[in-house]
């Protein structure tokens, strides 16, 4: 169990470049990475506003020369004191992401991206190529994969219970964006644009969650091929998509299928992922984080249980308070982080044995998602055919 005793020697000193004053996804950045005192933020280039950043920077508590007004000098300037930053978090726009990342790299800080890492996957494999020269640590901010009950799934599935698995269905199917919302809302606006956002809008930005998730609870299944056809119920949203379907198939024979939409009507998350094997079924729901089913053929269901005994010890790792109490996305966003640091202080050490079981949500994965929506869209764009991948 995580009990608040610091995991590190040293916090780690940490920037931003994004998540400002009007970010949702900035404070949950924030609140993360300051836990477990991993990391200790002293630097920021917060907001595209110079100004406008400086004030909520201080606001937190940064030194006012600290509060840069963009990422180069942000990166320039502290690499020129010997108290500068030794990690920073992309919390920006998607179609910053590479630019920012690579510049980070290139000053020889690890790094912690929003996703999508990048759009191409050519981009995503300089990124890997330079985490692997400069030796930094680049994680991706696949905040669900942080919640326990997913790592129970994984040591189940990895023990045999499910058997063979034959079977993985995926979603991420909401309903906010039923209607044109964006003509409104400035900070949905970006997200339906191709300018800011890349080739597609709902595979990139929900669908490669539960590809994820899916990924970690069966890392050794990998998509052979794939059919994609999307839709754009909101005509102004063309080309990019606000639903979406693809069905795959598995290295090992199994198939899957994804569902991703922004228009699903009276949805509020909708993300499930369910793995169906030869013995028995796991499914994992978002909006009941807690709670993991398990059905095996001809006995009752099971609802395991987050933070109980019977639970495997990967999975009562991640624990930070007893079973009965609720935990939410904040706790699972904190376990990333205090993942990522974990991994940032065994780079710096070059413990390679260490790093070499360690799991997080890593440059490769990010790579990976990245090549997955790529085919999404060639599939999608060429007439809904399969393609190899």
Request: glycine residues 10%; proline residues 5%.
């Given at each position: 169990m995580i009990n608040g005793?610091?995991?590190?020697?040293?916090?780690?000193?940490w920037g931003m470049v994004g998540g400002g004053g009007t970010s949702q996804i900035g404070y949950i950045h924030r609140s993360a990475a300051l836990r477990d005192n991993t990391f200790t933020l002293v630097a920021g280039a917060f907001d595209i506003d110079a100004a406008r950043g400086q004030a909520f920077g201080a606001a937190l508590g940064v030194a006012p020369e600290r509060c840069y007004p963009d990422y180069e000098s942000l990166f320039a300037a502290e690499a020129a004191r010997p108290d500068g930053i030794q990690a920073v978090s992309v919390a920006t726009p998607n179609n910053t992401h590479f630019s920012i990342c690579r510049a980070a790299l290139l000053a020889g800080l690890h790094v912690v991206c929003e996703k999508p890492l990048c759009f191409t996957t050519q981009e995503a494999d300089e990124l890997e190529r330079l985490s692997i020269e400069k030796n930094k640590i680049v994680g991706v901010t696949y905040g669900y994969a942080g919640h326990q009950l997913i790592h129970q799934a994984r040591e189940m599935i990895a023990a045999g219970e499910l058997g063979d698995i034959?079977?993985?269905?995926?979603?991420?199917?909401?309903?906010?964006?039923?209607?044109?919302?964006?003509l409104q809302n400035p900070s949905t606006r970006w997200r339906v644009d191709p300018r800011f956002v890349g080739p597609s809008?709902?595979?990139?930005?929900?669908?490669?969650?539960?590809?994820?998730?899916?990924?970690?609870?069966?890392?050794?299944l990998h998509v052979k091929r794939l059919l994609c056809a999307r839709q754009s119920f909101i005509?102004?949203?063309a080309p990019l998509e606000d639903n979406a379907y693809v069905l795959m198939e598995f290295s090992n024979g199994a198939v899957g299928s994804m569902w991703a939409s922004a228009v699903n009507c009276g949805s509020m998350h909708g993300q499930k992922i369910r793995v169906v094997g030869s013995r028995a079924s796991l499914e994992w729901w978002d909006e009941q984080p807690n709670q993991l089913r398990y059905e095996v053929q001809g006995e009752p269901v099971r609802i395991l249980?987050?933070?109980m005994d019977y639970l495997s010890a990967r999975a009562r790792a991640?624990?930070?308070?007893?079973?009965?109490?609720?935990?939410?996305?904040?706790?699972?966003?904190?376990?990333?982080?205090?993942?990522?640091?974990?991994?940032?202080?065994?780079?710096?050490r070059r413990d390679t044995a260490f790093l070499s079981d360690f799991w997080y949500p890593d440059v490769h994965a990010g790579l990976a998602g990245v090549r997955w929506v790529e085919n999404c869209v060639r599939s999608a764009d060429?007439?809904?055919v399969w393609v190899d991948c």
């Open positions: 005793i610091k995991p590190l020697e040293h916090s780690l000193r034959r079977i993985i269905n995926m979603q991420f199917a909401h309903g906010f964006h039923h209607e044109a919302v964006e809008y709902v595979l990139g930005d929900l669908a490669t969650h539960p590809l994820f998730i899916a990924e970690t609870m069966v890392p050794d005509a102004s949203r249980e987050r933070g991640e624990d930070r308070i007893g079973g009965g109490h609720p935990e939410g996305l904040f706790e699972a966003w904190s376990n990333l982080y205090r993942r990522f640091a974990l991994a940032m202080d065994a780079a710096d060429a007439g809904a």
